[in-house]
């Protein structure tokens, strides 16, 4: 069992940065692929994010690639999402997941585990 924690939401204006933290639960942190994914209204989860268990290897969508990074420290069992360049179309709960599997996905169903959500909101 896996519980995250997402924080470092917040407002900020086109152009600004964000950090978001997600902080597990339990001592297999270390084990678990993990994503990040962002919903906004009325749209559908989409995947934003993903790192493998040692931090080795990273894979973006398109929309953010260049502008965000993600990272992770598997001693203080949290992973971040660095946002940079921000712009209106990125606001979006966006939330951590964690992933058993060792095969890249995109898709939300094959996350184990999620946190509660932190809300971004880009101002133009």
């Known amino acids: 069992q896996v519980q995250l924690v997402e924080s470092g939401g917040g407002l900020v204006q086109a152009g600004g940065s964000l950090r978001l933290s997600c902080a597990a639960s339990?001592?297999?942190?270390?084990?678990?692929?993990m994503g990040w994914f962002r919903q906004a209204p009325g749209k559908e989860r989409e995947f934003v994010a993903r790192?493998?268990?040692?931090?080795?290897?990273?894979y973006y969508a398109d929309s953010v690639k260049g502008r965000f990074t993600i990272s992770r420290d598997n001693a203080k069992n949290t992973v971040y999402l660095q946002l940079n360049s921000l712009k209106p179309e990125d606001t979006a709960v966006y939330y951590c997941a964690a992933d058993r599997g060792t095969v890249k996905t995109t898709i939300p169903q094959r996350y184990n585990y999620w946190g509660q959500g932190t809300q971004v909101t880009v101002s133009s």
């Open positions: 790192i493998s268990w040692n931090g080795g290897i990273t």
């Open positions: 339990g001592r297999t942190f270390s084990s678990y692929a």
